[in-house]
């Protein structure tokens, strides 16, 4: 394995590590959301987060397990991350503030 191959498997360990570590964190954070009618709506956002770890980060890990196609496991995990950006936000701007 090259110095560059295994530059970029690392990357890919780092950020898909990183997508993981924040997926587990929007379980707290929703559990923490002030409340808001009290009808526990509010954890209907763990489905989107959870199909963006499933889509993006459970491939990459299986990738990353085999050791194939480190760029592309980057690559989707790097993506991941914009789609959990882009939908936390999201979700943000709806929480009840407290």
């Known amino acids: 394995m090259s110095s560059s191959t295994l530059n970029v ?5 780092v950020v898909a ?5 924040f997926w587990l964190y929007t379980f ?3 559990a923490h959301v002030p409340p808001g009618d009290g009808t526990g709506f509010q954890w209907l956002a ?6 963006i770890f499933g889509v993006f980060f459970l491939p ?8 194939r196609l480190p760029r ?7 993506f991941g991350l914009i789609a959990f950006a ?6 943000l701007s709806e929480f009840p503030k407290s």
Do not use: E, K, S
Request: cysteine-free; proline content about 2%; glycine content about 10%.
């Open 9 to 13: 498997r690392m990357l890919a360990v």
């Open 17 to 21: 590590a990183a997508g993981t570590l």
């Open 28 to 30: 707290y954070a929703i």
């Open 46 to 51: 763990v489905i989107p987060l959870g199909v």
């Open 60 to 67: 990459a890990w299986l990738l990353l397990a085999v050791g």
């Open 72 to 78: 592309f496991t980057a690559a989707l995990g790097i």
């Open 86 to 91: 882009v939908v936390w936000m999201q979700l």
